[in-house]
């Protein structure tokens, strides 16, 4: 999954980077299953193929320790993970995701003509500390953000509309 977002209002832009959850562990067409025991192993059978697999997916990205699962296609079992592969094999149906390092995705911005106040998933960012440019409309800032980002909240003044502006896109 690759999640690129571009917002544009009132002559400012906020560009969001990559971020991807889980990778599958396959090599020329061959998927790999970790032989490693598990810390937790359940049945799906009651689910869709698709839903077992988000299921397990979901069930891995809420678990603190789970840093991999292996998903069984025919049986939709699912199997957590709290370590990388160590012990693996070629698998017919089986599937071995693992998580991706989070990577920091460069945010720039750039607002007309003064940035405010900033928000990131509810945390106010501090703007004095964060955007050395905040009042210079012709020079942009950038801000390395972590994390899965949910929502965005901005506040800009615009002297030449003569007020208060804001945006909060939820992604």
Known sequence: MFAVAFISLNLWLLSIGAKKCFQRFEEDNASFCSCDPAIEDRSLSTFSFLEAL??????????????AYNFFNATNQCQLFNQTLNKFSVLPGCQYFFKKEEQIKPMMINTDDELKEFYFNGENVPVAMNFPHANDWDIPDWLDLSGSMFVLAVKAYNRVLNGWHGYVPCL
């Open 54 to 67: 988000m299921l397990c997916s979901m069930r891995c990205s809420q678990t603190a320790s789970c840093v």
